[in-house]
């Protein structure tokens, strides 16, 4: 997580250049990734058929969130503009509550 912050400082002290673009992307997928793992692990301690393991399991936001960060610090070698609109959808796509939990 130290890399997020080193990355982010990083970008905003050279906007718009491919490495730092790339960078700040790549970190983002890498949480991503961990964030996925994490709940998947903690999902397996579950039973197979319970309530949680029902509604977390296909997670499909998680998912589209880890294939847009890769998308991201790929798309910073061609147009790093591009990689930040994507980057703001993927923002926005988390600021939307998820219900799931309020079914628990």
Not at 3 to 18: D, E, M, P, Q
Not at 28 to 46: E, G, R, V
Request: net charge neutral; charged share 10%.
């Amino acid at each position: 997580m130290s890399l997020l912050l080193v990355t982010t400082s990083w970008l905003g002290a050279h906007l718009f250049k491919t490495a730092p673009t790339f960078m700040y992307g790549f970190v983002l997928f890498m949480c991503a990734i961990s964030y996925y793992l994490l709940q998947n692990a903690i999902l397996d301690t579950h039973e197979e058929h319970s309530l949680i393991k029902q509604l977390f399991g296909r997670d499909l936001k998680a998912k589209i969130s880890i294939t847009s960060y890769l998308l991201s610090a790929l798309l910073a070698f061609v147009a790093p503009i591009a990689s930040y609109v994507l980057l703001f959808c993927i923002t926005l796509l988390w600021i939307i509550p998820d219900t799931r939990i309020e079914k628990i």
